[in-house]
DNA sequence: GGCTCACATGCAAACGATTACATACGCGAC
DNA sequence: GTCGCGTATGTAATCGTTTGCATGTGAGCC
């Protein structure tokens, strides 16, 4: 009907009750009586009422939404992430307010801002290259890590990175690999550090050579991945197979050497780590890791959720299982070595 | 210091000047004296106060936010049109509320709900089987679509999908192909529709045949392109080249046949469409047409921003030229037919 | 009939900022 | 000395809800 947007002093009007009973009749419709709440809901529906968002946060002292710090939106890997997130924020009401740190200046800067800014009921990090140091923010909303940080008492939700790392040298070792080399993540990321970590212990206990020549730094990309491919053809004395941090290095490490002609796995193994999308869709499919990617989201909402509704600022952690998946990139060792 | 966050009442206090005072500091520095000035900055630093972004702007009428809404935000061809918006909104201190069409109920009355609810100062629409109905609503925010939708005057951008199909066929029938098939995105969707169109309308200029059964349907994933692999491997009489809606298709339908040892593109020649990051590195290399994702979300946003400032709800459409990119995917028929 | 009690509703004060308007001050011109 | 004007600041209304408290009404009980 009207041109502006209805408001609750409208429908009060209307309905000939006061402002207080329209929005009782919205919140908590119990308490009102019948044959008002229907006058009410008449109004409602005649004026197209809806209430303000903004005005309704700041006197409840909230703000139906939480915010998501990343540190790349375009990248798959957080995307399912946020999947996850928003299966669980969206149906409790709650808006993902989505920042890429990638965009702006300082990301710590922007971290803090985020915290003290109020415009948030809570913070969920997905970047695992910001400092902790931040968030003893006093006043600050509840906080949940969705990625592994280094020695952080705050709630969390992670994967068992380590023991996926150390799946996937058992794996290769059992096939009768001894030469396995590692492509890792960027330096200093915490994923890059706890599967390389994995890596290296798994090698020693089962008593199989490390060399360093036979780490390669990636970060985490197809690109990189295809770099590494390029590295290892050029190596004289080749590992035999192949961990990858990533599913997504995997896959740029065998197009590219699969280019030159090197076939997997006859002539190297090749494991990576995720499971992503397209894992099962290469040729041969790719042996790797699984990690939920939708539950890490999932928990880590639904622990963000619980903190705001109890308002506490700490909560618990929780290891999400990682699964060992068996495909055609993984095989015996060349015999003629 | 205080366990209570700062309000701008407190700084007044503190600096011994009036809450409008500190308010003018903050947005119009120029029109208070600069002893002021100074010691209201001293003030917000000593209590750490930071404005309420929630009563800023119920006042001023805005939300400081603009609102996403998609159908899958854990597909990549969306996250990168994302991570494009980011870059433009972000910087412009707006924030990216993203709703997920595919979580909560009716997605159609979801949007009526974000058109109506006043909690964006903006709207972008990146879900292609919404009904524009919804959009005329009145005293609603601006709305940019990107994506294609028919016969729409909304302001939007849309990419040169009719073009990019024609490309793709032109390209395969110099290459001597005379049976192409197609495999489509789900059917309604308008992406599907369009390049479907363009499909069609280029075999006939160039008087190739088209028959129905060559006519796959898919759902853009790479499940939905190893299906379309089975089928082909299984007709009788089959198209020596196929186009696909989609990169994620192409890449599980390669996937497939090359897994039942048919090479690409010796026995048939594949061409994908977005130029997704895996395109590159997949062996052979996919053949596809790039739709550059990120600038489509660039433009939108700027479409959008600018309509913001202005006040209006309608505004120019903008559409973004595709680029054929040959890679080894695509080659001349097989000679024994 | 007066008392209590429960229930339904209204009144009005928040929530924390922005901003039109009013006021106060100082200074130069007449 | 008064007037006028520009500059700097304060006062208070306003944005649209929610909600503690007060009020009103009628029923039930002694």
């Keep these: 009907m009207d041109r502006k947007i209805a408001t609750i002093q409208d429908v009060a009007r209307s309905a000939g009750v006061s402002t207080a009973t329209v929005s009782r009749t919205l919140s908590k419709p119990s308490v009102v009586a019948k044959a008002t ?11 197209g009422y809806r209430v303000n968002a903004t005005a309704s946060n700041l006197r409840r002292q909230r703000t139906g939404s939480v915010i998501i710090l990343l540190p790349n939106i375009a990248n798959p890997f957080f995307s399912q992430i946020l999947a996850g997130l928003s299966s669980v924020l969206t149906p409790a ?28 009921d809570g913070l969920i990090l997905l970047d695992g290259t910001l400092s902790p140091e931040a968030l003893r923010t006093p006043a600050r909303p509840p906080v949940v890590l969705a990625c592994e940080w280094m020695g952080s008492a ?5 994967v068992e990175n380590q023991r996926g790392a150390a799946l996937a040298v058992g794996h290769l070792a059992k096939l009768g690999h001894r030469h396995i080399g590692h492509v890792t993540g ?16 798994a090698l020693s206990q089962l008593g199989l050579p490390m060399r360093d020549d036979w780490i390669i ?10 770099s590494a491919g390029r590295a290892w053809l050029a190596m004289q004395d080749k590992p035999t197979a192949l961990f990858l941090s990533s599913d997504e290095m995997a896959t740029g490490f065998m197009g590219q050497v699969q280019r030159r002609g090197v076939q997997v796995p006859q ?27 939708t539950q890490i989201g999932v928990r880590a909402a639904e622990l963000l959720l619980d903190m705001i509704a109890e308002g506490r600022i700490d909560g618990p952690s929780e290891v999400i299982e990682v699964e060992f998946i068996t495909r055609g990139s993984s095989g015996p060792p060349p015999a003629a070595k």
């Design 217 to 226: 730094e990636g970060d985490f990309s197809m690109d990189s991945g295809a």
């Design 93 to 120: 009401q709650y808006g993902m307010l989505i920042a890429d740190t990638q965009f702006g200046p300082d990301p710590e800067e922007r971290l803090q801002h985020y915290l003290t800014s109020g415009q948030a």
């Design 154 to 158: 705050l709630p969390s939700v992670r």
């Design 267 to 293: 002539d190297v193994s090749v494991v990576g780590f995720d499971n992503i999308e397209i894992s099962q869709h290469l040729s041969p499919g790719l042996t790797t890791i699984r990690q939920p990617r």
């Design 37 to 47: 709440r229907e006058a009410v809901l008449t109004a409602v529906a005649e004026t």
């Design 186 to 201: 960027p330096r200093g990321n915490v994923l890059t550090e706890t599967r390389l970590e994995g890596f290296r212990s």
